[in-house]
């Protein structure tokens, strides 16, 4: 028989919250129980699942104390949902807090529950520096059964940073390859957005956080335009966003950079973009990029955290060093220009997501974890 199996991840827009998801998914559809326990409906969720659990865990206000106690309902709920669904594994995305909370569950509850932990980065790359917070962060990757990390850079960095014996073994992002594919509505999208024909269009996709780095995707692009006629599509939203906004004024580019927010269907983005910038100061993998090379989008990437392990630096796109803007515009301006090499870029790009993070590989994985555990 099938496991049982719980998974809690932030639920809200990030890719933490996607791989956990689609990962969620496609193990329901291999027969697995999957419950969600997490505090709002996983926004990837957005299809009936008759094997898919929804546990919501809701974390209230107590005059008592001076914030919620979001890990403490977390664990209460867990344990719960363990007992009562009979979960045979725990498997959570970030070591603070869903890893402890799923080892005090575990200690909570009369079952030999199994706690497998998936690490995604921040976790690890701005916490894991933190004094107060290396403790328990370590405590959480021992005590796991399994522990997870999303690329070779994360699992070694964390070794390292927190001194680790333990394995971590190194199970890549994935995507659906039934969404992201080359769709060719070009035209008719590019029209809407007053995109000519002969524009190239560059798509830069995050959060819009500090180690995006989304005034360096301004300038790269303010240099690759000097070179190639194009247009920027500025997806998603942050704090950073007014300063690139400002930046792309100051540069006299305002007019060649579109800021389209927080946008759903994001491969229909995707599927008009020639290239994509991703030039993060910390990333532990790029979701992003898997996804924009899944359409033939070839990424141009910084040489930092998992990034080079997604992009083959010369055959999927380019690498550049963290703030080199000038090598970023150029050599994609360089590439957009060449017909026959951004062919060759693309479809090696696709064969690499095919070969290498194929989803029916990734849930393998991981289900293999499962079995270990
Ligand atoms: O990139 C973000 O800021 C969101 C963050 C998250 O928690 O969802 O993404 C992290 O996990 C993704 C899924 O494993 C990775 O693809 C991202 O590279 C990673 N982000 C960072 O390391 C900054």
Do not use: W
């Not at 809407?192 to 692009?221: G, Q």
């Amino acid at each position: 028989m099938k496991q049982k199996i719980g998974i809690t991840c932030y639920p809200t827009v990030g890719g933490s919250g996607v791989v956990a998801t689609e990962l969620g998914k496609l193990l329901a559809e291999k027969g697995y129980e999957i419950h969600f326990i997490s505090t709002s409906l996983p926004f990837r969720l957005n299809k009936t699942y008759p094997n898919i659990f929804y546990h919501e865990v809701e974390v209230n206000q107590y005059e008592v104390f001076q914030y919620p106690p979001y890990s403490l309902t977390l664990a209460s709920k867990m344990a719960e949902v363990i007992e009562r669904e009979e979960l045979d594994i725990l498997h959570v995305h970030y070591a603070v807090p869903h890893a402890v909370c799923a080892l005090l569950a575990k200690d909570m509850v009369h079952r030999d529950v199994k706690v497998v932990t998936t690490l995604h980065g921040t976790d690890i790359t701005v916490l894991g520096h933190d004094p107060s917070l290396r403790g328990i962060i370590r405590y959480a990757i021992d005590r796991s059964d399994k522990v997870t990390a999303v690329s070779k850079a994360l699992a070694s960095q964390t070794k390292e940073m927190l001194h680790i014996s333990k394995p971590i073994e190194t199970i890549y992002n994935f995507i659906d390859e039934r969404v992201y594919r080359p769709h060719y509505l070009k035209s008719e999208l590019k029209e809407a957005y007053e995109i000519k024909e002969d524009e190239k269009v560059i798509i830069h996709i995050s959060n819009f956080r500090p180690v995006k780095r989304v005034i360096d995707v301004v300038e790269a692009f303010s240099v690759l335009q000097k070179n190639c006629n194009s247009k920027l599509l500025m997806i998603g939203d942050g704090p950073e966003r007014n300063k690139s906004l400002k930046r792309a004024e100051e540069l006299g580019i305002k007019d060649y950079v579109l800021f389209l927010g927080n946008q759903k269907n994001i491969v229909d983005y995707l599927n008009i973009a020639d290239l994509m910038f991703l030039l993060s100061e910390k990333e532990s993998f790029g979701l992003a990029a898997l996804e924009a090379m899944a359409c033939g989008v070839p990424v141009i990437g910084t040489n930092t955290g998992g990034i080079p392990e997604v992009i083959v630096d010369n055959q999927t796109g380019y690498i550049c060093s963290v703030g080199d803007v000038k090598a970023a515009g150029e050599s994609g301006a360089r590439l957009l220009k060449n017909k026959q090499l951004y062919e060759a870029f693309s479809y090696a790009s696709q064969q690499r997501v095919e070969k290498v993070f194929a989803s029916s590989l990734i849930v393998e994985y991981y289900e293999a974890v499962y079995n270990e555990a």
